[in-house]
């Protein structure tokens, strides 16, 4: 069985920054990807950024240029450094494992953008 642990979400002014954490119950480099996705209040959940067991990284145009995805095996955990947030950057975020045909979800970080 797999988890995933999200942390690091709260509340922040715009322009400033926050580092998500998403910690695995197995090694990180097992998993094919590890994605982030955000669902806003009343919005779809939308992907956000990932990084494969490779090391490739994709980023979503809404957050390119403003956030890193990085991991850490040592530490089993994958981050999602955001800077410059803006109000819309305000949701939920998740964290989703890749693992051949399974795909496993955490429970969710809220990040809310507001002055």
């Known amino acids: 069985q797999v988890q995933l642990v999200e942390s690091g979400g709260g509340l922040v002014q715009p322009g400033g920054s926050l580092t998500l954490s998403c910690a695995a119950s197995r090694n990180i480099f097992s998993f094919d990807e590890v994605a982030w996705y955000r669902q806003p209040p009343g919005k779809q959940r939308d992907f956000v950024a990932s990084?494969?067991?490779?090391?490739?990284?994709n980023y979503a145009d809404s957050i390119k240029g403003r956030s890193t995805i990085s991991r850490n095996n040592g530490r089993s955990t994958v981050y999602l450094q955001m800077n410059s947030l803006k109000p819309e950057d305000t949701a939920v975020y998740y964290c989703k494992a890749a693992l051949g045909s399974h795909y496993y979800w955490g429970q969710g970080t809220q990040v809310t953008v507001t002055s």
């Open positions: 990084i494969t067991s490779h090391g490739s990284t």
